[in-house]
């Protein structure tokens, strides 16, 4: 794969930034300036959109396994980048690492080996917050995805400057899905599912509160899939969870 700028007048290629090595789509995520876009695709890519100049840094996302006869190859195994001022927190399926805005690893932190699946990641002044979701992409065939319950649910939370691993607290149950997060003050709440992903029927939803800093469970109430549903997100849940 490879990035170009094409000029649309003349048709002509002014530059070409080759060998970016993704395996994967590639996904506009945002400018980091004013000549600067960052991409995503099997890891993370910048271009200047002035002569095609960037960084690169390679991203683990995606696992394979047998099981019933056939090789499953989970992908999107990988978290949505946060931002700092100079800072980008990303999680992939081995560790959380923290790049600058030129692309130096400022830290990495190894995660569970086999448990980590797509994620969500979010920070405050002293904690990096990881959410384990517990699920995937699978592909069966290289042109069909499908969502499988993947790894283990889980969430941990990491200091910000350096990475040092806080706390980390696993679900027990592997068909626990967490589906949505909203951060609020010290507060994490979590609406946790027992999917059935080929069915497509949430079972047994509730809604939890986790103290931000210690990662304890302050609170859990069973949830219908109807009121999630009628909510919409988690933001909507929360407002009546904590009146």
Not at 185 to 212: C, M, P, W
């Amino acid at each position: 794969r490879d990035f170009r700028m094409v000029d649309l007048k003349t048709n002509e290629v002014r530059w070409i930034r080759p060998d970016l090595n993704s395996t994967e789509e590639m996904y506009y995520i945002r400018h980091l300036d004013d000549s600067t876009l960052l991409f995503e695709g099997s890891g993370l890519h910048t271009i200047n959109i002035n002569d095609g100049s960037g960084w690169d840094a390679h991203l683990d996302t995606r696992r394979s396994y047998y099981a019933g006869g056939y090789t499953y190859y989970p992908a999107k195994v990988v978290s949505s980048p946060a931002f700092d001022t100079n800072a980008i927190y990303i999680a992939d399926a081995e560790y959380l690492r923290c790049f600058d805005y030129d692309g130096n690893m400022v830290w990495e932190t190894g995660l569970p080996s086999l448990k980590t699946s797509h994620s969500l990641v979010a920070y405050d002044k002293n904690r990096v917050l990881l959410v384990n979701q517990g699920y995937a992409e699978c592909y069966p065939s290289p042109y069909h995805a499908l969502p499988v319950a993947y790894g283990k649910p889980f969430i941990a939370g990491f200091m910000r400057k350096t990475g040092k691993l806080c706390y980390i607290h696993e679900r027990d149950r592997h068909t626990d899905v967490i589906d949505d997060v909203e951060w609020v003050g010290n507060a994490v709440y979590l609406i946790v599912s027992g999917h059935r992903f080929f069915s497509g029927r949430r079972n047994s939803q509730t809604i939890e509160k986790y103290d931000v800093m210690t990662g304890d469970l302050m609170d859990k109430r069973d949830l219908s899939s109807a009121i999630y549903e009628a909510a919409g997100d988690a933001v909507g849940l929360v407002g009546s969870f904590v009146g």
